[in-house]
């Protein structure tokens, strides 16, 4: 009897696996249709299942929702995509998986902006501003090129020497919108004004900026740019203001930004890590539930630290700096003074190159750069800078090294929850210790980015 009774086990099991495989859902019809910033993602399964989607650009990073109830009918609707985009997909429902691509289109001729807590939006979708001064031709072309998308005017700044405030004779490229420094009623840009640049250091007082309608009443926005001076780290500018006059100014716009430039400004006496602290400052007490956002050094710019020298890296690791501090917004200073005339597109070396990245880089994340807000803990001592992201379940975890100096530090993550994270475009993983804590190394000026992917069942 004992063979008939193998033979009895290997049945069961083989109709065991027969009937498991029967049970595993598959996925058919799957579609797939975006606009300028969404997409809508639809399929059937054969059997009931509750489904989520994975997506990115290059890589599956990015995770939607899960779907609230099991159905055998699906769609789902990803948000604050990426213009002109290219995304690829993978339909993950119980055991079956489906993959796919999608591209998304150019922005609408009219957009209409506003703030939604800590993020800007256009049309109702996160539009993350990449800023730098108006620019004109060639150089008009290459900041759009690099995913630039927001132009301010600055008096002077316009295209024609002849008349350099008239800024009609050279409009800018199709995908850049501008901020305006003409306050009358009729003169915002199509984006909304620029207040003048950096009032507490002129000794305006609040009350002295142009008083301007709320991006909610006008769907245009007004950006502020404020100096470092509101920060701890940083004396007191003069008598005339006190820290919390700054609460004042930012109570009068609906983006609020400040510049350090701790290279060719500071010769390096300021440590790039009061990026982040400064900008976690500006977000937490002066701007709370405001859009923030941080000028970046790109050049000599006026040429007083001419020992230093502003580099890919530095740029890189300044722009990350600023993004794990809390900005949801970035401005490049591409201007310089070193020759005999006034340059309004003077990178250093490489830095062209490395902005193309770095902007790419931050559209192939969004919206995750201004999604839910967490600090990090690390040691007192280190020079890295980090904080975490949650979006739809899956944590984020944006670091950065400030110095010059290679470093490894622990991390402690009490959201990680013992999942293992990603480092994304490394091609390699960390598995965490003891659930919550983990180590990496880090480069000179290195970032690195961590993703966990949703909990199980969530």
Not at 76 to 88: F, G, K, N, P, R
Request: net charge neutral.
């Amino acid at each position: 009897m004992r063979p008939l009774a193998v033979f009895l086990i290997a049945s069961a099991l083989l109709a065991g696996g027969a009937s498991a495989a029967r049970s595993t859902p598959q996925i058919e019809d799957v579609a797939a249709a975006a606009s300028a910033t969404s997409a809508t993602v639809s399929w059937k399964t054969s059997g009931p299942t509750r489904g989520r989607i994975v997506y990115g650009v290059g890589g599956l990073y990015l995770y939607s929702a899960r779907e609230s109830s099991a159905a055998t009918t699906h769609t789902v609707v990803l948000h604050d995509l990426s213009l002109s985009t290219a995304y690829e997909f993978k339909i993950v429902a119980a055991a079956a998986t489906a993959t796919g691509t999608l591209t998304t289109s150019p922005a609408p001729a009219e957009l209409r902006f506003g703030v939604d807590g800590t993020r800007v939006t256009a049309n109702g979708s996160l539009f993350f501003p990449v800023l730098s001064y108006y620019q004109c031709g060639a150089s008009a072309a290459a900041a759009a090129s690099l995913g630039i998308n927001l132009f301010m005017q600055a008096p002077y700044t316009g295209c024609v020497r002849a008349n350099p405030n008239d800024f009609s004779t050279d409009p800018p490229p199709p995908s850049v919108s501008v901020l305006s420094d003409d306050y009358s009623d009729r003169g915002a840009g199509n984006a909304g004004w620029y207040l003048p640049d950096e009032p507490d250091g002129w000794g305006i007082a609040p009350e002295q900026l142009p008083q301007l309608p709320a991006s909610s009443q006008t769907g245009k926005l007004r950006f502020l740019n404020l100096t470092q001076h509101f920060y701890s780290g940083q004396a007191p500018l003069n008598d005339r203001f006190d820290r919390n006059d700054y609460k004042r100014f930012a109570a009068l716009a609906d983006v609020v930004g400040f510049d350090i430039y701790p290279i060719v400004k500071f010769c390096g006496r300021v440590s790039l890590l009061h990026l982040f602290r400064a900008q976690r400052e500006l977000m937490t007490i002066y701007a709370p539930g405001k859009p923030t956002f941080q000028w970046i050094e790109t050049s000599d710019m006026t040429g007083e630290c001419p020992a230093m020298q502003v580099t890919p890296q530095i740029v890189n690791a300044e722009t990350w700096l600023a993004i794990a501090g809390g900005a949801c917004g970035i401005g490049y200073f591409t201007n310089s003074w070193t020759g005999r005339l006034w340059n309004r597109w003077d990178l250093a070396p490489g830095v062209e190159a490395q902005l193309a990245r770095t902007v790419s880089q931050i559209r192939a994340l969004a919206p995750m750069p201004c999604a839910a807000y967490a600090d990090v803990t690390i040691p007192w001592d280190t020079a890295v800078a980090a904080s975490s992201r949650s979006l739809n379940g899956a944590l984020y975890v944006i670091a950065v090294n400030s110095s010059d100096q290679p470093t490894r530090i622990p991390f402690r993550v009490d959201a990680l929850a013992g999942r293992t994270l990603e480092v994304l475009d490394e091609n390699r993983t960390i598995k965490p210790a003891k659930k919550v804590y983990f180590r990496d190394a880090f480069g000179p000026y290195e970032v690195h980015i961590y993703v966990a992917a949703p909990l199980a069942g969530s």
